[in-house]
């Protein structure tokens, strides 16, 4: 079944984001849900991506597993039939939905960049900076990074385009202490997720996190982590410094719609058969080498 938008009844609503709807459990829990929708360049496509939403949620349940030593996030142990006693409605979102714990979340995007790609590659061109960060002259497309960097964003309202931004900026909205405390949990987690995809052959070139703290202000990892839809995943043996290389994500939607007289605003075009069949069969090889499953 493809899933382009959930309905559920006998919860209350809270949002629909890009992928994932979000429904009020109660004033501690939430339930998300990934759908089978797919964003580019900030704009909800009109064509699903069948079965996206599960491969999602099975790969990013990995990582927040993988991740759980360094940071705690928001999953519990709550099984969906525990919340939801429709049938149709357990059956809808089954393998695509998980129980949350609700934080406030902070309202920037923990951006990690391993590599020189994307819209870092294209802010280095002008003065070899990316977020106020000075980078070593004469980089390449696609070059690894001496070390790893982080660069936050901002976090768009629906329709809107995200926005680098720099670390002082980060810590004028959410304080230093807590800005240094993300910007170093993110490089930790990068670095540690990176080592282990090496190992299975694939390069996390960057990534965007999403954090929110709780009632004591402690940090939490929220949302999605190292997915498809989040990161950059290239495959090792194709990997070429100067090329953009061929990726384990929604890379053939970005080249198709770079093919289109399209303004990259709402609404988006819709996609044909071959893209939709190439971008889900990505999104599965990435799930399969990663988790081994």
């Known amino acids: 079944m493809v899933l382009f938008e959930s309905n559920l009844p006998s919860l209350s609503l809270l949002k629909r984001g890009k992928v994932r ?52 996030n ?53 003065d070899n900076k990316i977020c106020g960060i000075t980078l070593p002259q004469n980089l390449q497309l696609a070059e690894k990074l001496p070390n790893s960097i982080y660069t936050p964003s901002t976090k768009a309202a629906m329709g809107s385009h995200d926005e680098n931004i720099t670390f002082t900026e980060t810590c004028a909205m959410i304080g230093t202490e807590l800005a240094k405390q993300v910007r170093d ?24 996190f999403e954090f929110g703290v709780d009632l004591n202000g402690k ?31 929604k890379q053939f939607v970005r080249d198709y719609l770079d093919t289109l007289d399209w303004n990259k605003q709402a609404p988006g075009p819709t996609l044909p058969s071959d893209i939709l069949d190439k971008t889900m069969i990505k999104y599965q090889e990435a799930k399969k080498i990663i988790t081994n499953s």
């Open 219 to 249: 940090l939490v990892l929220i949302d999605e982590v190292l997915t498809s839809d989040s990161s950059r995943f290239w495959d090792m043996q194709e990997y070429q410094v100067g090329t953009s290389p061929k990726s384990f994500d």
């Open 74 to 126: 928001h999953l519990t142990k709550i099984k969906l039939e525990d919340i939801l006693s429709d049938k149709d409605e357990l059956r809808q979102v089954q393998a695509r939905a998980v129980i949350v714990k609700k934080f406030k979340p902070l309202p920037i995007e923990a951006v990690v960049r391993g590599y020189l790609i994307g819209s870092g590659w294209k802010d280095y061109q002008v």
């Open 21 to 72: 709807d979000i429904y009020t459990v109660d004033e501690q829990y939430l339930l998300i849900v990934a759908t089978d929708r797919i964003s580019a360049y900030d704009v909800i496509l009109p064509t699903p991506i069948p079965n996206k939403g599960k491969l999602l949620t099975e790969l990013s349940n990995f990582w927040f597993d993988f991740t759980s030593s360094i940071i705690p």
């Open 185 to 208: 949990i993110s490089i930790k987690i990068y670095n540690h997720a990176s080592d282990y995809a090496k190992k299975c052959g694939i390069i996390i070139a960057d990534t965007k």
